[in-house]
DNA sequence: CTGAAAGCGCTTACAG
DNA sequence: CTGAAAGCGCTTACAG
């Protein structure tokens, strides 16, 4: 820095003023190209460390996941979070903690060493989580998470609205027989979603029958053994909004080996949008897809778009969008 | 630090010396625990900007990434360097430049101004690339990808080995008609697994059926149109190596419909192990896997053990192991 | 064994 | 409109 400016023939905080366009101080036009073009000449390149120790803070911002590319939904949440971030010329530190405590904690703390403006603490399924005690020494929004006392803001997809959707979906072409597979797991998806289902049916004025409301693992083979039991019903249902993706291809594979076809016989909804099975199916499954790139994003648009001051606690809901495709 | 050295009742330096514990400077056992108990009280955590900037260096690694989310390859090289990274205190500053060529320059800038140790420049398919100049002026990896004129260190998967390995499992079976479903598209996948698949069958013995070599899109439907194809042959083959799995997918449909068992009347083996994928067809499927994760760990580990030399140029080349499921 | 001091590369009041 | 100077929080020879 101090070569160009001597390069310029100016003084060290002239280079300052124009590389940063500081328009507090009036500089000449003429000295101003003088400076880019001595700094150009040099190859000149600030040194971000200095600039963050003098300023006292940083443009990095943490994001602890717990996983990050067992599925395809944390990368989503990264994406989101790293284009927000870029988008705000914040840069992202991304630690994968694996869900292991020891990692959150040094990984929290590395951050924290780093002078981070904030921290997304992420997890890659929708839960109740206890984050570390030091998560609260700083700006921090947890995404796909909350804690158990709302005491920290966080951002969540609304699988309430998500299942009344997937259901609604199926009420307007006229289904009135909709079974609703669910997961054996607990977690706010299966509540949320059942309670989405359960609003919607009311809102039609149809009834809940409990023949069709099951729950099996959220995989391939509970979707195989729902779509057995569904089929062997006395009366069979003309639609299912399954749990997840998953089980909607196990329900594929049990309709077609009756063969039943979809929709004609009976129209399916899932839940997730995994692309490589929702858009490989056939035919292409109709789904609801959850928000990760939009959770990742407004979490770090949270974090800094509180005009310096930390984000609100609660939960900042996102909508669940359907995605249409050919099974119903 | 200063308020840690007063409480402790020793200098800045010592506190300093027991904080990175320096063993040039002797320090008694007492004043040590009485510097680290200050320093606990306080809750004194190290700024490192400050020591960034008078180490002249940072722990970062910068990561520049094509995609980060649209298939779980590029997430698997991110999770190895940042295991990698991890291992050896270093920190990912990760970007996601979608292969745009400024977005790449800006990143690029960005790291540097950072003082990254190294960048990792990362594809999500293996290709050959033209990196941005400015990777030149800081020791760098390439992964998963390679310059043309191989002045670039670079870690890469061994396509031929991988194709090889594909046919060896078939013929150990004692399949001889075995057919490749290749991929239209021209990379280094393509021609490298043509060449595997023919050196096998030459070491094998088998002379080289031209009928049984296909080119179709690397997709689905390419894999059910082959399908087809091979099954009208007069002699259709007894095994198909199929370029990836999803080509392997839309094998499986084709001779599925034409009422052909899996591995029993035919046998597959796919390339790529998407998990979603191969993992879920029926049968699940055999299949050679990318390397991902290691070529990530490899490319860190590469920029970080040069005892501080950059890593030499030329391409390092990684195996892709075969992972036994039930389609042979 | 421990301390005083210089210096890393910047920014920003404060003078002029 | 521009410059001299202090200071951000550290590390590390160099003395003692």
Redesign the pocket.
């Known amino acids: 820095?101090q070569d160009v400016a001597d390069l310029a023939?100016?003084?060290?905080?002239?280079v300052?003023?124009v590389?940063?366009a500081?328009t507090s101080?009036?500089?000449?036009e003429a000295?101003r190209a003088r400076v880019w073009s001595a700094a150009q000449e040099l190859g000149y390149r600030?040194?971000r460390a200095?600039?963050n120790?003098?300023?006292?803070a940083s443009t990095f911002i943490g994001l602890v996941a717990d996983a990050i590319a067992s599925t395809p939904f944390a990368g989503q949440i990264i994406r989101g979070a790293q284009d927000a971030a870029w988008q705000n010329r914040h840069i992202l530190l991304v630690a994968n903690t694996e869900a292991n405590g020891e990692a959150e904690q040094d990984a929290i703390t590395m951050m924290l060493e780093h002078q981070v403006t904030g921290i997304i603490y992420s997890t890659w399924y929708h839960r109740e989580v206890t984050p570390p005690a030091a998560l609260r020494e700083v700006p921090c929004v947890l995404v796909n998470c909350y804690a158990a006392d709302d005491s920290l803001p966080a951002v969540v997809p609304d699988e309430v609205q998500g299942g009344r959707t997937a259901t609604q979906v199926l009420l307007d072409r006229g289904h009135r027989r909709i079974a609703f597979v669910n997961s054996t797991e607990s977690a706010p998806a299966t509540t949320g979603r059942l309670r989405g289902y359960r609003a919607a049916l009311a809102a039609a004025g149809v009834a809940e029958d409990p023949d069709l409301v099951l729950t099996v693992r959220p995989e391939q083979e509970g979707g195989y053994e729902a779509g057995l039991l569904l089929l062997g019903l006395p009366t069979p249902p003309t639609a299912v909004f399954c749990y997840n993706d998953r089980v909607a291809m196990g329900m594929y594979d049990a309709l077609h080996e009756r063969g039943m076809r979809i929709p004609g016989d009976i129209a399916i909804v899932g839940f997730d949008n995994q692309e490589v099975i929702a858009g490989h199916l056939r035919p292409p499954l109709s789904t609801i897809a959850l928000p990760h790139y939009e959770l990742g994003a407004r979490g770090v648009r949270m974090l800094l778009g509180g005009d310096g001051s930390a984000p609100a606690p609660g939960r900042t809901i996102v909508d669940c969008p359907y995605i249409p495709r050919h099974s119903l």
């Open positions: 820095m023939g100016v003084s060290l905080a002239t300052s003023f590389i940063n500081k101080a009036k500089v000449s000295t600030t040194n200095a600039k120790l003098v300023q006292g």
